[in-house]
């Protein structure tokens, strides 16, 4: 990353902390957005030099905007983009107020959208490369009780990411993302207390989920786009998309509702997919319990 500049949001703590940092260690000059003024600009002093705070809202339009311009003003481009700010407002479906998924849907959706449509338009517009990193989640791909605002957004971000990778390819700009895992303010009922973890590697700790990042920064990932990658602890797994399994056909055309209730249970027939709600969070290969 030496002679860069990148931005990431929500950098004042957790997973967007250790992004900035490993950036900054790695060369790059980095623009800290953190709504908390405090937290973000300690961030700020432990880069030092090379390191500005914005306080902007990344889900407002013209707060992306002044987020960019600062970007380009101070350090005279910008080459990645890392949208990591994010909150959770977690409850069941039926106890949701409309004010809770607002606001998770705002910051994680708008939080998106605003900076890398105004980071994407300035790439185009100067012919220059970019690269986008979207922070997706297991919650979005597999769905967690608890987490419909959450989770809806966080899918949206896995298919926002796919499709910026589609409409940015012909002017080599890059956009994937990331699920991670990892204790911070967030998930510390999951993932054990911030303070916690044995000695040694701590798999759970925040600062796992920036190498990856750095790397889908960097131009060494440049043959990449479009993929969400699971990053925590000491490992990578890559996501497959949602994929047709089965299908079933009537011939010669229209079904009649009678001849799909006679018929549907077929599609099931030989796949592992069990035709009632199930926890998609079983699925995960790593366990959100304190890893040994």
Not at 189 to 199: K, P, R, V
Request: glycine residues 12%; hydrophobic residues 40%; charged residues 20%.
């Amino acid at each position: 990353m030496d002679g860069k500049v990148a931005i990431v949001t929500g950098a004042g703590r957790g997973i967007g902390r250790g992004e900035a940092l490993l950036l900054a260690r790695e060369g790059a000059r980095v623009v800290v957005n953190e709504l908390d003024a405090e937290a973000g600009q300690a961030v700020v002093d432990e880069i030092g030099d090379g390191a500005v705070l914005n306080t902007d809202d990344c889900s407002d339009v013209d707060g992306a905007e002044r987020l960019v311009r600062q970007a380009i003003d101070t350090f005279g481009g910008l080459d990645a983009l890392v949208n990591n700010a994010g909150i959770v407002r977690d409850r069941t479906l039926v106890k949701m107020t409309p004010e809770e998924w607002d606001a998770v849907v705002k910051v994680h959706l708008r939080g998106h959208y605003a900076p890398t449509h105004v980071a994407c338009a300035w790439w185009k517009e100067q012919g220059r490369p970019g690269h986008v990193v979207c922070t997706a989640s297991t919650s979005g791909l597999l769905g967690n009780f608890g987490q419909a605002n959450y989770g809806a957004a966080k899918a949206g971000i896995a298919a926002f990411a796919a499709i910026v990778a589609q409409e940015m390819w012909r002017y080599n700009v890059t956009c994937n993302a990331i699920a991670p895992a990892a204790r911070t303010r967030m998930t510390e009922g999951a993932y054990g207390s911030i303070s916690g973890g044995d000695e040694g590697f701590d798999f759970w700790h925040p600062d796992n989920v920036a190498p990856m990042v750095v790397y889908l920064s960097s131009d060494a990932s440049s043959h990449i786009s479009g993929k969400t990658f699971g990053v925590q602890g000491n490992v990578v797994e890559l996501y497959q998309p949602w994929t047709s399994f089965s299908e079933i056909v009537n011939e010669p055309g229209r079904w009649e509702p009678s001849d799909l209730a006679a018929r549907v249970d077929a599609l099931f027939d030989g796949f592992p997919i069990a035709k009632e709600a199930t926890n998609g969070m079983s699925r995960l290969r790593y366990t959100m319990t304190q890893r040994q």
